[in-house]
């Protein structure tokens, strides 16, 4: 049987979890609460990514710069021109969506190393103009206002909103990376010469594909704005976009929803870090050398690793799909 | 645009040809992407000013910059990249990571005001030349980049080595066939790659200051020079560093808050028509 689109035996287990997140704000203290609202963002995020990354064959490193952008129209929208949240939100993601089409138009002509440097250099771009266009930036001291509606303001309702928010963008990502569109890109990630041999527009798919993964990017930027209340140009930056691949790779390339066990990962790690020490920049470094060297496949991909010994494949995970592991643990 | 705009365009040019032509020396030979080049031009500037200020020495100062710059990418190249294999992504990632230690480590240890590099009392004061009166410091600074551009071409069109890096861009595989211990090559390359990067930052370090966030400029200028001029290519770096230096000038003069839009936009439309770049070779590889 299938319930919207899943076996009855994945649904329930996603009905589990959904019950289980939905509890945790009743559990927790208002800063955790925080930190669980931020690992459900940063996830949406990561998932965005994994998108390209994991289904298309092309990683970005300009995501952060496209989520930024929608939490800087977010705050501008709602602080400074004083339209609706609601208003707010959707111009956000609607910038968002069109910084991506812009960064598509360029990128989907390159792959490999080349589409890398492309959308880092553009990422780049946007962090530039968010530090020097100071009139409507603020410049290095950012944008401040309060964004949220008051039913959103308490620590749990905001949780929840955004909990109902990630559910349903994790649900409509799921649905494009298995729809026929999805195939195609996985085709093209595998073998682009096939896939154009086969008739199939591969500069529009993944024009389309990086349009789409930016609107997710977008969404989760607006749902930062409201979360945060403040962008500066350090929301854009490099930095931004790396710590999403990293969660991305962390979860496992191509896993979709190790997304979110990337980014709670690491969001866990820096806050770890941040009560000892100052120098996070420094272990996300060290994180990100340590993952390079020995675990490309991420923590699912290890977990996966130590139980293929014990359990033959398992239902839920896909196959490793990707480039950035050996090709020949499969 | 006037002569003064004219040459600090030049000398900027000439500076940022420094650093790219470590980029893509390093890009072209060993297909590593370092996005640690950045940090590396930093600290080389960071390094090069604690010596030239102790030593009261600008060419100590250079000196000992290339030295300790090519020391951090010996250890980056053999003690790190040597373990995620061929593997692109990993590579450029890990790369990052290395950036990013290195940025932290740099702020640690200098904080996070702004250094200028003392200018040796000869590079001093000014003179006259194109009818205007100019930094003779930074015209020495245009003199370095083309004194660096005519070594890079005498040894990569006259020399053995030269001959085995030219080789090796071309295709690495053939020349260890025949032979060649490829991988000593790759490590000279990445040494020198480097030290350029440490070189740069010390002249660098001296007209436009050294702060935590100079890294991300001069790394986003690098991989536009890259991206317009081609993989592996010195003279593509040197039309590159010229069109990124000029029109970065052109862009801070005529629409300051928006100037990087005008390096962009000459950069997405040759993409457009040449993604390769200007002098790039599609490769067998």
């Known amino acids: 049987m299938k319930i919207a689109g899943m076996t009855s035996r994945a649904a329930v287990a996603v009905l589990v979890v959904l019950v289980i997140a939905a509890a945790l704000p009743l559990l927790l203290s208002n800063y955790r609460i925080e930190l669980a609202t931020e690992i459900l963002i940063f996830g949406v995020l990561a998932m965005s990514i994994d998108i390209l990354s994991g289904f298309a064959g092309r990683t970005s490193l300009g995501h952060g710069a496209i989520f930024g952008v929608s ?66 930036t603020g410049g290095e001291n950012g944008l401040r206002g309060d964004v949220r509606p008051a039913f959103l303001v308490g620590h749990r309702a905001f949780y929840w909103a955004v909990l109902a928010a990630t559910t349903l963008v994790s649900y409509a990502m799921w649905r494009f990376v298995r729809s026929p569109f999805g195939l195609t890109l996985l085709g093209i990630r595998d073998s682009e010469s096939r896939m154009k041999s086969l008739g199939y527009n591969v500069p529009l798919h993944l024009f389309i594909g990086f349009a789409v993964s930016g609107f997710f990017a977008g969404v989760a930027g607006a749902l930062y704005a409201l979360f945060n209340n403040f962008v500066s140009p350090s929301t854009v930056a490099l930095q931004q976009s790396v710590e999403g691949v990293l969660m991305m790779i962390a979860g496992g390339v191509g896993t979709l929803f190790g997304g979110f066990v990337g980014a709670a990962a690491i969001i866990a790690l820096e806050n770890v870090v941040s009560a000892y020490t100052e120098r996070w920049q420094t272990v996300l470094g060290l994180t990100f050398i340590v993952i390079m060297i020995f675990a490309p496949d991420g923590i699912i991909g290890m977990l996966r690793a130590i139980l293929v010994f014990r359990f033959r494949s398992s239902p839920h995970i896909a196959e490793p799909r990707f480039e950035l592991g050996n090709k020949d643990t499969s | 645009m006037s002569a003064f705009q004219l040459l600090n365009g030049l000398t900027y040019a000439a500076l940022l040809f420094v650093v790219a032509s470590g980029f893509t020396l390093i890009f072209g030979l060993l297909r590593i992407v370092n996005l640690a080049h950045g940090a590396l031009y930093l600290l080389g500037g960071y390094i090069g000013f604690a010596i030239a200020t102790r030593t009261g ?79 003779t410091y930074r015209l020495f600074v245009l003199a370095t980049g083309v004194v660096v551009f005519a070594g890079l071409w005498l040894l990569l069109n006259h020399t053995r080595l030269g001959a085995l890096i030219r080789a090796g861009v071309d295709d ?113 590889a």
């Open chain 2, 172 to 284: 690495a595989e053939m020349v260890e066939a025949s032979g060649v211990n490829i991988r000593r090559v790759f490590l000279v390359t990445f040494l020198l790659g480097s030290a350029l990067a440490g070189l740069g930052g010390l002249m660098g370090g001296a007209f436009l200051s050294l702060y935590p966030s100079a890294d991300a400029e001069i790394l986003v200028f690098s991989l536009a020079i890259v991206i317009i001029g081609g993989r592996g290519s010195l003279v593509g770096v040197g039309v590159g560093s010229l069109l990124v230096g000029l029109l970065n000038t052109l862009g801070q003069v005529m629409f300051p808050e928006l100037a990087y839009f005008v390096i962009f936009g000459p950069m997405a439309l040759l993409l457009a028509f040449r993604p390769l770049g200007l002098f790039g070779k599609a490769t067998a």
């Open chain 1, 71 to 136: 939490g800087y129209v977010v705050v501008y929208a709602s602080a400074q021109a004083g339209l609706s949240p609601a208003a707010a939100i959707l111009l956000g993601v609607i910038a968002a969506t069109l910084v991506a089409v812009v960064f598509a138009l360029l990128a989907v002509r390159t792959s490999g190393v080349y589409f890398l440097l492309l959308t880092l250099a553009l990422g780049m771009i946007v962090w530039g103009i968010c530090l020097r266009w100071t009139q409507v």
């Open chain 2, 57 to 135: 020495s600008f060419a100590l100062g250079g000196l000992g910059a290339m030295a300790a710059i090519a020391a951090i990418g010996l250890v980056l190249d053999q003690g790190l990249l040597r373990f995620v294999g061929d593997n692109e992504l990993r590579q450029v990632l890990l790369t990052l990571g290395f950036a990013f230690v290195l940025d932290d480590m740099a702020l640690v240890i200098w904080g996070g005001d702004s250094f200028t590099v003392p200018i040796p009392q000869m590079l001093k004061g000014g003179m006259r030349v194109f009818g205007v009166y100019y930094p």
